[in-house]
């Protein structure tokens, strides 16, 4: 999703080839740092009781536990906070402190200075660019690269009184709205106004009124878009579903893989992960603050905000993410694989993350 008002905004586009080649950046930034693409998982690394020799470098020259704050989508908790922290930690020697909530409330922190992070990644490409980057925004990003892509399923309790309904759509031989909007069915998810994932549920209903031709089919499921009874925080979500408080929760697909419960896949044409119905996904919009935006493919971003304190860190672990053994966890735990493509200030990117990205036709350099 991108905001109408922004539109207008210079963006640069860089493609982000292969990072495996990359050679460690040091000067300025007082240490060494360097993730590099490799054919074995950190757990895979860890078994063997070995290091990849850049994260070795990385550890043998790290300043002492150096603090790495990282906000992330609440929806990356167990992936973050199971898997990518505790493997940075051990690989480098410093300090990953990891926050995880819905991407708009971490944003909205962080401009009204209640949260410094040294690295955010969001759910949306929206949220980098209206909420941080600019001159409004007091230029708290200037660049953002994107990360990995998802979509939306339904993922479900296998106890759920609606079990059985629920298998059957996950097999196709039910139509999945037709169990939601049973009487007595308990949906769970995120609030639209703090969480992009919560904006996207909204806009995959009306997308799915649309597909099916059914104009009350939002209406049946949700009630309104900000239904109380229906909405949960992030981070808590997974409890919920797992403690049978909801029958069914609008999840990313990664999610509902990490938290090994079944789910309901959705069509393409619905499901938010398909760039190539990025004209359809168009059609659902979504209005905060008088400002309307409309339903995009999801890509999760990461960045360096301006003011990170630990830029050193902050490199090594974001290039973690792009092309080390970071890149393959998430591919593991249920991403889909993208170009990693930078917007924003060239000139901003650090050189080791940008040493290789190139301009697409009509770039701005800056």
Known sequence: MKNDSIRGQRKIRFTLFSIASLTLLAGTLGATHAFGTTKNTASHTAQQGTQPKHLARRAATSVAHTPLKVYYAGSMTQVMEQAIGPQFDKMTGDTYQGKGMGSVALAQMMRNGLGQPDVFISAAPSVNTSLLMGKTNHNLETWY????????????????????????????????????????FR??????????????????????????????????????????????????????????????????????????????????AINLGDPAESAFYHNATWTQKGKTSHAEPIVFTISIPTNAKHKAAAIAFVNDLLSGPANKILLREGFTAMPHTAYGLRSAIPTVLQKDLTPTKGSVHA
């Open 145 to 184: 690269i994107t990360l990995a892509k998802d979509q939306l399923v339904i993922a479900y309790n296998p106890t759920s009184r609606y079990a059985k309904d629920l298998r059957l759509a996950a097999a196709h031989r039910l139509p999945w709205y037709s169990v939601l909007e049973q009487k007595g």
């Open 187 to 268: 949906l769970g998810r995120t609030d639209p106004t703090i969480d992009p994932k919560g904006v996207m549920t909204v806009e995959m209903l009306q997308l799915a009124e649309r597909f099916y031709h059914n104009k009350t089919l939002s209406s049946r499921i949700i009630g309104s878009a900000l239904n109380p009874k229906q909405i949960f925080p992030e981070e808590a979500l997974l409890a919920q579903l797992k403690t049978g408080q909801v029958d069914a929760a609008v999840a990313f697909l990664h999610e509902a893989k990490e938290w090994h419960v079944p789910y309901i896949t959705l069509p393409n």
